[in-house]
């Protein structure tokens, strides 16, 4: 194996051979924040600092071991990851020390399989996972597959954009499969990490938004960044108000991480009207057979996004359209976020900055 190496690199030494991460040691257990091995990048890998990432509500998920396939511990959490290149491992071409990168949860596929042959990489049955099954970047580097790292814009703003690199391009994917058409309604349920970006990339892709939330601060967020109606779904009858004001929304999209949800959203729906899940709470919700053939509905799960949704996702955020609202946190923070988090205590995307340490 042949290594590029680069001691000019911002805080970096081919010498170092510890880092600091936010360890899952065991499931429900609060993130260790120790010193660890610093990974060295393989054939097509890459070496990359960490400047940013994004704190997930996958990334609970993950250390909570709330899903039915289980990353094994200890493993380092994170998929919302920016930084710099620092050195690059064998074969790799098309990055070089000193490019700005990211990590994303399709950290690999296999790229030969049926889904991967046609555009459905996300979908691959031998994907790698970043935070997940793959070492991610709640740490102050991480491993890169060079062929599946995400390039960041020239002039990116590392805080604004590291939530465009899951929440970002999960809610776009999500909005395009809905089928809805320019001027046609959207019902965006859950305004969260998630919600809050999805009203920015509706209203850039000429949809009109209603929003529906617990949260009084999230809707009014919502409102200001261009949802035409908000409702609040703990004090009024949600359905009907999103019945009356909009005739059903053509597409529905749930972000939201209670099970509650995903049942109401059929009747957000119009006839015809297509329902995107892409929130992952455990459990089970109630599909009325009935409703859902007489409405002639389609329920659709989305799952991120590809390569290609990344790099469309990425320009509407270079073009100005998208502006994740962010706040900044140290690495030593994240149990203290995870907290926030399943108090619903957040408004938009808290990111970890690296850049504080």
Request: glycine share 12%; with cysteine.
């Amino acid at each position: 194996m042949t290594q590029t190496m680069d001691s000019r690199a911002p805080n970096y030494s081919s010498a170092d051979s510890t880092m600091r991460a936010a360890v899952v040691t065991e499931f429900g257990a609060p993130l260790a924040i120790s010193e660890v091995e610093l990974p060295v990048p393989g054939i097509g890998e890459a070496l990359v600092k960490l400047e940013t990432s994004g704190v997930c509500h996958t990334d609970l998920h993950a250390a909570q071991g709330d899903w039915p396939v289980k990353p094994t511990p200890p493993f380092i959490p994170g998929h919302e990851g920016c930084g710099i290149v620092v050195a690059v491992g064998g074969g790799v071409t098309d990055l070089k020390v000193g490019d700005q990168v990211g990590n994303a949860w399709l950290w690999s596929a296999c790229g030969r399989c049926e889904y991967c042959r046609t555009g459905r990489e996300t979908l691959c049955e031998s994907q790698q996972n970043g935070g997940y099954s793959v070492n991610g970047s709640f740490g102050s580097f991480m491993i890169v597959n060079a062929a599946y790292a995400t390039r960041i814009p020239v002039g990116a703003d590392p805080l604004e954009v590291a939530p465009i690199l899951c929440a970002g391009v999960t809610v776009y994917k999500g909005l395009k499969v809905t089928d809805a058409r320019p001027g046609q309604w959207v019902a965006i349920s859950g305004i969260g990490g998630l919600g809050h970006i999805a009203v920015q990339y509706a209203r850039a892709m000429g949809l009109r938004v209603v929003a529906v939330d617990v949260d009084d601060s999230k809707l009014a967020l919502a409102a200001n960044l261009g949802a035409e109606v908000t409702v609040n779904a703990r004090t009024a009858d949600v359905v009907a108000e999103v019945q009356n004001a909009t005739g059903g929304a053509h597409g529905v999209l749930v972000t939201a991480v209670h099970p509650e949800a995903f049942g109401q959203a059929i009747g957000l729906a119009r006839r015809g009207g297509t329902i995107v899940l892409i929130g992952l709470p455990p459990g089970d919700f109630p599909a009325p057979i009935f409703d859902i053939v007489l409405k002639g509905l389609t329920i659709r799960g989305s799952i991120v996004g590809t390569r290609e949704d990344m790099a469309e996702a990425l320009d509407f955020y270079a073009r100005g359209l998208i502006h994740p609202t962010v706040a900044a946190a140290r690495l030593d923070d994240v149990n203290e976020v995870f907290d926030r988090m399943q108090r619903g205590e957040i408004d938009g995307r808290v990111v970890i900055d690296y850049r504080q340490d």
